[in-house]
């Protein structure tokens, strides 16, 4: 999301310099003319942060505290310091390049017939939203130990045991990916699995805690048996507070969305566009969850690293409308008096802002891919939501919530006239 301030300032700018300006006046119109959508778009989502504070608890509000700081951050960065060091190169005579001969027409003058095409991209979404929901309701979730419970042990070695050798020892005997980490000294581990967690007797502790030991302990430099410090069990009961906070806090969250889009839009149907993309979004990623559960390489729980990766998407699915939005509104007021065909519009809009949408999506998409190779096993579900949910972001903005506000606006102009035919009658 801060990448796509900078994006819009660049490519505004550069829009400016093909219409002919000279550097300096390029540089503040294009600043003039991007704060507008940058505005709009960290609003709604520091709106977001706000609500998710308020209304969330534990690793939510965390969420939301660094989501906040961050909008503050990036947006001081995008707005400031950039124009100080565009300012301080033309006080010396020099100019700025943004662009490359290779990349200085790519999507220029692009005619894609977005709208137009809309019914078959809705097909093809409730398609796989309604395979998504057959497997929710019949195969369900992986829920990692935050929703189900579990248990935690902290193990000491003689000598350090690196966390990922460890992990996959364990997750080949117990078929689940445990969460491991370093817990204080080098040659000791936090374990923490839900193995076994539904069976309630007395010597599922020990069953347990000896396979964990007796796996560790193939692994143990010297081959010894690891000493257990201590060990606790993790009640499910905080996990279904996170869960009710969750909902709690995204529900508000939308509606907060819903009234400040209509409030600066003037129109109903731009807030209902962004929660249809919105829920498109969290869907889809929920459905690739149920599906590929026990089918992928790699852990797909639903966790307290899965909440927070569809809440940062959600906040970069806002992002990445509000900005779509935005030049829609803005053409409209270009186009209102030349009677021209609300589709028409909207699909000038969605052409002119596509060069920006695809440069920060890729910028978005290769650090997520850098993150899901390199990152480790244990946050590799967080990233693989991200990247699935910025490829899903992305794809919504263009081809679910326009389409959305075209198809609404229409139907309440039609119900309009038939109300006035009626009235004539």
Not at 214 to 230: N, V
Not at 238 to 243: G, L, P
Not at 269 to 287: E, M, P, R
């Amino acid at each position: 999301m801060s990448v796509d301030a900078n994006v819009l300032i660049y490519e505004r700018i550069r829009e400016e310099l093909a219409a002919g300006k000279g550097y300096k006046l390029a540089i503040a119109d294009g600043y003039k003319n991007a704060y507008s959508a940058i505005i709009d778009s960290n609003v709604t989502t520091l709106l977001t942060g706000i609500i998710l504070y308020i209304f969330g608890s534990g690793p939510i509000q965390g969420f939301a505290t660094t989501l906040v700081i961050g909008i503050c951050t990036s947006l001081f960065s995008a707005i400031f310091i950039t124009r100080l060091v565009f300012d301080g190169f033309a006080s010396r005579g020099k100019e700025m390049r943004f662009s490359i001969p290779l990349t200085a027409n790519v999507l220029k003058g692009s005619n894609f017939d977005f709208i137009n095409q809309r019914r078959r991209f809705y097909i093809v979404s409730l398609i796989i939203i309604a395979a998504g929901l057959v497997s929710m309701f019949t195969k369900g979730f992986g829920f990692g130990v935050d929703f189900e419970g579990g248990r935690s042990y902290v193990v000491r070695f003689d000598e350090a045991v690196p966390s990922d050798k460890a992990r996959q020892a364990l997750y080949a005997e117990l078929k689940q990916a445990p969460d491991v980490k370093v817990y204080g000294s080098s040659n000791q581990l936090q374990i923490t699995t839900d193995f076994m967690v539904e069976d309630e007797s007395t010597t599922a502790d020990s069953i347990v805690a000896n396979k964990v030991l007796t796996e560790l302990a193939k692994i143990s430099p010297d081959g010894k048996m690891p000493e257990i410090l201590f060990s606790r069990k993790v009640e499910p009961t905080v996990a279904n507070d996170i869960k009710e906070s969750a909902v709690l806090s995204i529900v508000f969250s939308l509606l907060v969305l819903f009234l400040y889009l209509l409030i600066r839009f003037r129109k109903w149907q731009y807030g209902a566009g962004a929660i249809a993309a919105l829920a498109y979004v969290v869907l889809f990623i929920l459905s690739i969850f149920s599906i590929f559960n026990g089918i992928l390489p790699f852990s797909l729980d639903i966790d307290q690293s899965f909440i927070a990766a569809i809440l940062t998407v959600v906040g970069y699915a806002i992002n990445d409308t509000v900005v779509i939005f935005d030049r829609i509104r803005e053409y409209l007021g270009f186009t209102r008096s030349k009677n021209e065909e609300l589709s028409t519009v909207i699909n000038n809009a969605l052409n002119s802002t596509l060069s920006r949408t695809v440069v920060t999506g890729l910028s978005t998409i290769g650090v997520l891919i850098i993150l899901f190779i390199f990152g480790g096993e244990i946050i590799r579900g967080f990233s693989f939501a991200m990247l699935i949910g910025v490829i899903v972001g992305t794809y919504t903005s263009l081809f679910v919530a326009s389409p959305v506000v075209v198809d609404l606006t229409r139907r309440v102009a039609t119900d309009q006239m038939a109300a006035k035919a009626e009235e004539k009658k």
